[in-house]
């Protein structure tokens, strides 16, 4: 069972403006993580909150993490063509199953 | 740095053969992960293994089965072919479990 449910489903934004994804998920978690997947490739870690952090940097990336809510959102500014790719939310639970559960994800199209 | 190598990167199967799909890792990590992913599905964890010596059902684990072969290796076989396991399977390894995840590349496989 999906998770994590990431919101849009798809994207299409300028170069340069921001783009904003959102993910909600249905049980308590440990951490709530972000991957984008270029096409044809693997996913790649971008970011990684803990239950107990509301805001996290990294470079062009903002995670916010909305425990009471149960959502986290990505924001990436200033976007780049470069940015055009799959971006998953996944979550870690504290019990049960190890590894990640991964929403559907947000396709981004970044137009030059 | 490999990574994670996974081979093969494509494969055509008929339905009720049987193949092994095989991943490594260089980076000393303790667990290892399969994923499929289809369209409009996201990732579902197949089966992972939190040590060497040790394996777990994920998500999806019928008509599937894993070797932890050593702390690098991991590989997962499909006995019996089905159309149903057509997908991008993706091996992942970590350091901490439920931590920041390293993909590999994929295997697209189509079973006929």
């Known amino acids: 069972s999906q998770q994590g449910e990431e919101d849009p489903q798809a994207l299409s934004i300028q170069e340069g403006e921001n783009a904003t994804m959102n993910c909600s998920y249905k049980?308590?978690?440990?951490?709530l993580q972000w991957y984008r997947q270029n096409s044809g490739r693997g996913l790649v870690h971008l970011i990684l909150?803990?239950?107990?952090?509301r805001e996290k940097h990294s470079g062009r990336l903002r995670v916010t993490l909305d425990t009471s809510k149960k959502s986290s959102s990505l924001l990436i500014t200033a976007s780049r063509a470069a940015d055009t790719a799959s971006y998953f939310c996944?979550?870690?639970?504290?019990?049960?199953?190890?590894?990640?559960?991964f929403g559907k994800g947000t396709h981004l199209i970044i137009q030059p | 740095n490999a990574g994670v190598t996974q081979t093969p990167k494509f494969q055509v199967l008929k339905t009720g053969q049987s193949m092994t799909l095989q991943c490594a890792q260089d980076?000393?990590?303790?667990?290892m992960y399969w994923y499929r992913q289809d369209p409009g599905m996201g990732l579902r964890l197949i089966y992972y293994?939190?040590?060497?010596?040790?394996?777990d059902k994920g998500e999806v684990p019928n008509g599937y089965n894993v070797s932890r072969l050593n702390k690098r290796e991991f590989s997962l076989r499909l006995e019996s072919a089905a159309p149903s396991q057509t997908s991008v399977y993706f091996c992942?390894?970590?350091?901490?479990?439920?931590?920041?995840?390293?993909f590999g590349s994929g295997t697209q496989l189509s079973v006929l």
């Open positions: 992942a390894s970590s350091g901490s479990r439920r931590e920041k995840l390293f």
């Open positions: 049980t308590s978690i440990n951490n």
């Open positions: 909150i803990r239950s107990n952090e």
């Open positions: 996944a979550t870690a639970t504290g019990g049960g199953a190890d590894g990640l559960t």
């Open positions: 980076m000393n990590h303790n667990s």
């Open positions: 293994s939190a040590s060497e010596g040790t394996t």
